[in-house]
């Protein structure tokens, strides 16, 4: 399975090594990954770096992962979001959730269902 390249994706978690993992993944699949270690750093963050698709982890100090991806869809409204969590009933609503760990080959195959900037 391919996906297109050059797919802008953060990846925000406060576990650091979920974020190089992931990063190091994505990024030889010819991505442009960012990191974020905390749900602030990540709105900051996705101003300027504008995803195509934020993967963020449910449970973070300060704010958490929803809270999150909804700062950031305020800022780009056509971002998409998968959320993860080891907790089963952590994610409710219109967006992905996927269990930790994350099966890495169902993640690449949802890169392929991101959408193009509008």
């Not at 994706?9 to 993944?25: G, N, P, T």
Request: aromatic share 4%.
């Amino acid at each position: 399975m391919t996906c297109r390249p050059s797919r802008r994706v953060m990846i925000v978690d406060d576990d650091r090594a979920i974020c190089r993992s992931l990063a190091r993944i994505l990024r030889s699949y010819g991505h442009q990954v960012e990191t974020a270690s905390d749900g602030l750093t990540a709105v900051a963050l996705a101003d300027t770096f504008r995803p195509h698709l934020t993967i963020l982890d449910v449970r973070m100090p300060g704010i958490d992962g929803i809270e999150t991806y909804r700062r950031i869809r305020e800022q780009n409204p056509g971002v998409d979001g998968i959320l993860m969590s080891a907790y089963p009933g952590d994610v409710a609503g219109p967006v992905t959730w996927m269990s930790k760990p994350l099966d890495v080959g169902a993640l690449i195959g949802r890169l392929d269902d991101v959408r193009d900037e509008e």
